[in-house]
C-alpha cells in the first residue's frame, strides 16, 4: 500500500563511489521529483521529471543524474561522490495539474 | 524568484497550548500554498492546502487561511499534543505549473513537553 517507496532508507558509501537510488510509486501520478535535504532541514528541488520533460535546478551538479526507465519510477544516479553529498534525498510525486506532492520515506547518504 | 520565510525554533510548548507558526512568502503569480510535516525519522505528510486567497486549509484541529494582503499562510492549532511534535514546513507551488516543484521554507522544529 506504500504509494511512495525508495530504497534504499541508508547509504553509507566512501568518496568517489557511484551510487544509485531507486523511487517507485503506485499513485499513477505523471511528475516525479528529487529533493535534497540538508542537515539543518532546508529542503531543494533538484529535479522535476514527467513523460515529456526533465526540469534540472541549475545548482545541481551534473554529476547527478535522474533515470526514468517508466513512469513509476524515478531513480537517481550519483557518480563521483563527494562528502558534501551526505544529506538526506527524497523522491516525490505529484498528479498532473494538481500541485500537492507525496514524498516517500527518504534516503539518507553518508559519504566518508 | 520565489520564496518561503517561517520561524525556525526550535519552539517548545506546554501539551495543550495554543500554537501559532507563522510563514510568509513571495511568489510573482498566484501561488498555492501547504504545509507539511515531518516526524522524526519520516518523510514529509501533506498536513494542509490553500489553492487560491481566502481559502482555509485544516486537518486533524491545524489550520490556514491564505492570505493575499499579507503575503501569508501562518499555521495554528487551539490546543497542541506530546504527539505533534515534529518539523513543520511551509511551501508554495508557483502557478506556472507542478512540475517547477515546491518551494520551502526552511522548516519549525516544534516540541511539545507533557
Known amino acids: 500500500d506504500t504509494a511512495v517507496s525508495q530504497t534504499p532508507k541508508y547509504l553509507v558509501t566512501q568518496m568517489g563511489n557511484d551510487k544509485s537510488i531507486k523511487c517507485e510509486q503506485n499513485?499513477?501520478?505523471?511528475?516525479m521529483y528529487w529533493y535534497k535535504q540538508d542537515s539543518k532541514k532546508f529542503l531543494k528541488i533538484m529535479f522535476s521529471?514527467?513523460?515529456?520533460?526533465?526540469?534540472i535546478n541549475e545548482t545541481v551538479p551534473n554529476r547527478f543524474s535522474p533515470k526514468s526507465p517508466d513512469k513509476a519510477h524515478l531513480n537517481l544516479h550519483i557518480n563521483s561522490l563527494e562528502l558534501g553529498d551526505s544529506a538526506v534525498y527524497f523522491c516525490?510525486?505529484?498528479?498532473?495539474?494538481?500541485?500537492?506532492?507525496?514524498f516517500g520515506p527518504g534516503t539518507r547518504l553518508t559519504v566518508t | 524568484g520565489n520564496s518561503v520565510t517561517q520561524m525556525e525554533g526550535p519552539v517548545t510548548l506546554s501539551e495543550e497550548a495554543f500554537l501559532t507558526i507563522n510563514c510568509t512568502y513571495t511568489a510573482t503569480g498566484y501561488p498555492s500554498l501547504f504545509w507539511y510535516v515531518q516526524y522524526p525519522g519520516e518523510g514529509l505528510q501533506l498536513l494542509l492546502k490553500?489553492?487560491?486567497?481566502?481559502d482555509k486549509g485544516s486537518n486533524k484541529g491545524f489550520e490556514a487561511t491564505y492570505r493575499k494582503e499579507t503575503t501569508s499562510f501562518h499555521l495554528e492549532k487551539g490546543s497542541v499534543q506530546v504527539s505533534d511534535s515534529a518539523v513543520y514546513f511551509c511551501a508554495l507551488a508557483d502557478s506556472g505549473g507542478g512540475a517547477d516543484g515546491l518551494t520551502f521554507g526552511k522548516g519549525t522544529h516544534l516540541i511539545i513537553q507533557p
Open positions: 516525490a510525486s505529484s498528479p498532473r495539474d494538481y500541485y500537492e506532492q507525496y
Open positions: 521529471y514527467n513523460n515529456k520533460e526533465l526540469i
Open positions: 499513485l499513477g501520478h505523471d511528475t
Open positions: 490553500a489553492t487560491k486567497a481566502d
